[in-house]
T-cell receptor, first 115, second 115 residues
Framework: QKEVEQNSGPLSVPEGAIASLNCTYSDRVSQSFFWYRQYSGKSPELIMSIYSNGDKEDGRFTAQLNKASQYVSLLIRDSQPSDSATYLCAVNNPILTGGGNKLTFGTGTQLKVEL | EPEVTQTPSHQVTQMGQEVILRCVPISNHLYFYWYRQILGQKVEFLVSFYNNEISEKSEIFDDQFSVERPDGSNFTLKIRSTKLEDSAMYFC?????????????FGQGTRLTVV
């Protein structure tokens, strides 16, 4: 059973601070990883993807991947109240016969950015 | 910006009734998926669909479920005889290609309530 683990939170940070969200995964052969943001009652919205070890930056977001430790993280700089949401870590598993991909999601970390 | 659209946004049905959830994937995408999220729980993979065939399904996707692409644009999920435990948000997603570097985009979801 492939697992993706996240601390459910809530993680509270003051406005303007750096929020750090973490995720571990069990399947050592996984190659691609995604962070989705989900507002309450809404659908997952893709914010970052990462495939190589190291850091990947996109605006205020930085994804970090360490395949040896099976660890993915998301940093949000200059956190804003609008960043308050649940952040879902997802691991991609290609479907070898027939095509497509299957995402395994963590439970998500609830982030609260306080004024 | 292209998006995945789902209808209806909310469906209430009586236990034992059939429901059909509808999705219009992004127009040039080739791979289609259904996921569901029971309230307060993880987003879970149900099924992937490519070239008019199911390429993979989860153990949740039993004989009560079926998918179809009846024309060039729609992708549907049918639940034949709904149960109380089918109450959840159902998300349709699509991706352009397969492989580790493929990003999946989600529709806004259909909230299914079985009473």
């Amino acid at each position: 059973q492939k697992e993706v683990e996240q601390n459910s939170g809530p993680l509270s940070v003051p406005e303007g601070a750096i929020a750090s969200l973490n995720c571990t995964y069990s399947d050592r052969v996984s190659q691609s990883f995604f962070w989705y943001r989900q507002y309450s009652g809404k659908s997952p919205e893709l914010i970052m993807s990462i495939y190589s070890n190291g850091d990947k930056e996109d605006g205020r977001f930085t994804a970090q991947l360490n395949k040896a430790s099976q660890y993915v993280s998301l940093l949000i700089r200059d956190s804003q109240p609008s960043d308050s949401a649940t952040y879902l870590c997802a691991v991609n598993n290609p479907i070898l016969t027939g095509g497509g991909n299957k995402l395994t999601f963590g439970t998500g970390t609830q982030l609260k950015v306080e004024l | 910006e292209p998006e995945v659209t789902q209808t209806p946004s909310h469906q209430v049905t009586q236990m034992g009734q059939e429901v059909i959830l509808r999705c219009v994937p992004i127009s040039n995408h080739l791979y289609f998926y259904w996921y569901r999220q029971i309230l307060g729980q993880k987003v879970e993979f149900l099924v992937s669909f490519y070239n008019n065939e199911i390429s993979e399904k989860s153990e949740i996707f039993d004989d009560q479920f079926s998918v179809e692409r009846p024309d060039g644009s729609n992708f549907t999920l049918k639940i034949r005889s709904t149960k109380l435990e089918d109450s959840a948000m159902y998300f349709c997603a699509s991706s352009l290609s397969q492989g580790d570097w493929t990003e999946a985009f989600f529709g806004q979801g259909t909230r299914l309530t079985v009473v």
